[in-house]
């Protein structure tokens, strides 16, 4: 797909070593074409979808218990359950690495990290996690925020990460019979982080909980259990909601389209694309393009590339650690295939969470950093130095040190780079020191 060296390195995550783009500038769209591009093909394998974790959650279970009470010796299904995650964490690394439609790839990380879900050790959480930027961002990065917003609500791995299952309607029928109550903790991130960010209460917070009791998980995924509803009339910012799946939906789709969403959406997209501190008019803009349509998201999309900060030629965004790792592969033109996990090179979990960014173990609910200052300690830097030492070093030994720095830095930066970066690359002694030089550079650390 054709998209500029800017485009790439803005929007994407930075073009592949192999051949400059023929095309330059900023065109919107062009970069809002990327939306209607395909699905990149798995190059990860091993990766069960959602339905058959589920099942094999169940069935580790049913092991578990088997081997407590002595039928069997030996675990088959947990260690698949393991190498699932490790795949999910690969593939998170090299679906961008291999992808054409960066934009899109951008996109699926932005939401997945919006909406965040983050794994613990604990549970079936750690093996459903792997597949919600797959299952909840992706099928809507083109489509309406209400409905990402339905889809991340009700996926199993967001009622086990901010406890929404164990909550208990104190009237309910089962919270009658049982020491047990609400749990406000995915009512309050739902309110605060997913959506509106400001203009509620905490009496807000506690008759959401009421009416998100009944939400649960079971073997075949989400559900709604009647018996764990909070009986009643709820009143959340006036309007006042039954109870029921179809309830909780109409409550989603009012949250979704309230003006502090609209404005808390577009405020966090402008500054994980275009600055830290984006402009207040360009944010306003966005945010009546997604009320306008209706929480529809390509127009609050076509409204921040209209921003001239879209098209400056300055790069002021820090990459975040997985987006530097991926872009310094997309560089060197790594080679991916399904033998994609033994391709790796170095321990990137170890590295990525050297740099502050452990796959799927985001700080807390609110994600990952989105501004230069979560991202630019000393040690986190340095991680990014050894990390650029050792994607050189690897890609010199597979190529028998034929990749030579200076091309490669007028292919990578073009324009958007310091001379100095490239003299400096061009210096060094060894061909593979100079690639380190670029990858670990200021100027390749920017987008």
Do not use: C
């Amino acid at each position: 797909m054709e998209a500029s060296l800017l485009e790439q390195i803005r929007f994407g995550y930075g073009p592949r070593g192999a051949t400059a783009p023929e095309v330059s500038g900023v065109d919107p769209g062009r970069v809002l074409a990327q939306l209607d591009a395909p699905d990149p093909p798995p190059v990860v394998p091993g990766r069960p979808m959602l339905d058959q974790r589920l099942a094999m959650v169940a069935g580790a279970q049913r092991e578990a218990r088997a081997v407590k009470a002595g039928q069997i010796t030996e675990l088959t299904v947990l260690p698949r359950l393991k190498q699932a995650t490790r795949a999910d964490a690969a593939a998170w690394i090299l679906t961008p690495v291999a992808a054409e439609a960066g934009f899109r790839e951008r996109l699926v990380n932005f939401w997945a990290n919006r909406l965040t879900v983050g794994l613990r050790r604990i549970g079936a959480l750690p093996y459903l996690a792997g597949t919600y930027p797959d299952d909840v961002a992706r099928p809507h990065l083109a489509g309406r925020f209400a409905d990402m917003l339905r889809a991340s609500a009700w996926h199993p791995a967001m009622l086990l990460y901010l406890d929404q299952a164990k909550s208990v309607g104190p009237n309910s029928r089962i919270g009658r019979k049982k020491d047990t109550g609400l749990n406000e903790n995915y009512a309050r991130e739902l309110l605060e982080l997913h959506t509106m960010g400001s203009g509620y209460s905490q009496a807000d917070v506690t008759e959401t909980a009421r009416l998100l009791t009944g939400m649960a998980v079971g073997p075949t995924g989400s559900s709604f259990e009647p018996a764990r509803a909070d009986p009643g009339r709820k009143t959340i910012l006036g309007q006042s909601f039954g109870e029921g799946r179809h309830e909780i939906d109409r409550f989603l789709d009012y949250i979704a389209l309230r003006p502090e969403t609209a404005q808390s959406v577009s405020l966090a997209l402008a500054r994980a694309f275009l600055a830290d501190q984006p402009s207040e008019a360009t944010v306003a803009r966005m945010a009546e393009a997604y009320l306008d349509g209706g929480s529809a998201l390509r127009p609050v999309y076509e409204a921040m590339l209209a921003d001239p900060s879209a098209t400056s030629d300055e790069l002021v965004k820090i990459r975040s650690p997985q987006e530097f790792v991926v872009a310094s592969l997309r560089a060197v033109d790594w080679p991916v295939g399904e033998a994609g996990v033994a391709r790796m090179p170095g321990k990137v979990n170890e590295a990525l969470a050297a740099m502050g960014q452990p796959p799927f173990r985001p700080r807390g609910p609110d994600g990952w950093p989105d501004t230069a200052e979560g991202w630019v300690s000393a040690p986190m830097l340095a991680a990014r130095i050894d990390w650029a030492e050792t994607v050189a070093q690897a890609i010199s030994r597979a190529t028998r040190d034929r990749t030579e720095p200076v091309p490669l830095a007028r292919v990578v930066l073009g324009d958007l780079g310091n001379p100095d970066t490239i003299r400096a690359a061009g210096q060094a002694e060894q061909r593979w020191e100079g690639i380190a030089v670029l990858l670990g550079s200021p100027d390749f650390m920017r987008r």
